[in-house]
């Protein structure tokens, strides 16, 4: 078999097929196992034994793998581009928060992490729900990684866009992330296992929010209200 067959081969449709429904049968074991470790680790909130730290320890890995897996099926299926299902409608931001919070509140108690959340009261803004939780979700187990002890989630209205902030009390962001302005290739680094995935979904996402020629985007600071680093969603 020489080079181009092999070429041809690899990237046939068959196979991304087969990718594709591979990934996603792992996404469902792996949401069946992350569900199971939140029942036990809710079943017993003040536990203090050892099993206990090593089940929070489990939850935190599954979430980061079943966040990795969603975020492959929405890239397979060519988030950004015209045929991807990109929902977008006015929601409620104090709910989006009430959301994302739920989702993050049994790892973060069983890790001794609390959550500060600051948002407009009654404010609406029109977005996809389903793709802007998962980033922030995202970001949030991100930063699980990081704290000390404290994350804070926090939405507001700035002029024309709408800045969603994930940040933590921790020692911030290296500055060769800073530079390289939350590019996802930059942020590839095989000694503390990233891929860069969770920036190129999120600034994926942040880019099909757009609104009368303005575009969404995402970057990464340090300081913020706890200190640490700050993960910087704005929507138009």
């Known amino acids: 078999m020489d080079e ?5 081969q690899a990237g046939s449709p068959e196979l991304f097929m087969f990718l594709a429904s ?23 909130p003040s536990s203090a034994a050892p099993e ?6 489990m939850l935190y890995q599954t979430k980061r793998l079943n966040d990795n897996l969603i975020q492959l099926l929405a890239l397979y299926k060519d988030v950004g581009k015209p045929g991807y299902p990109f929902d977008p409608a006015p929601h409620s931001l104090r709910g989006l928060v009430e959301l994302v919070s739920g989702q993050a509140h049994v790892l973060l108690q069983s890790r001794g992490i609390t959550l500060e ?24 187990n991100n930063a699980v990684r990081y704290t000390r ?9 700035d002029g024309d ?19 390289s302005g939350a590019s996802p290739r930059a942020a590839i680094n095989f000694l503390n296992n990233s891929s860069g995935l969770g920036l190129y979904f999120s600034s994926e ?25 700050c993960f910087v969603l704005r929507l138009p």
């Open 149 to 157: 002890d404290r994350i804070r989630l926090s939405i507001a209205i």
């Open 22 to 44: 591979t990934v996603h049968d792992m996404k469902n074991s792996i949401s069946v196992l992350s569900g199971t470790l939140e029942s036990l680790l809710s079943a017993h």
């Open 205 to 229: 996402v942040a880019k099909m929010h757009r609104h009368r020629q303005r575009d969404g985007s995402i970057a990464l600071e340090n300081g913020g209200a706890l200190g640490g680093g």
């Open 117 to 140: 959340t600051a948002c407009p009261q009654d404010a609406i803004w029109t977005l996809d729900e389903d793709l802007v939780i998962g980033v922030l979700v995202h970001a949030i």
């Open 52 to 57: 206990y730290g090593q089940m929070a320890q």
């Open 4 to 8: 181009q067959e092999v070429q041809q």
């Open 161 to 179: 866009y709408l800045e969603l902030r994930v940040e933590d009390n921790g020692r911030g962001f290296p500055d060769a992330m800073l530079e």
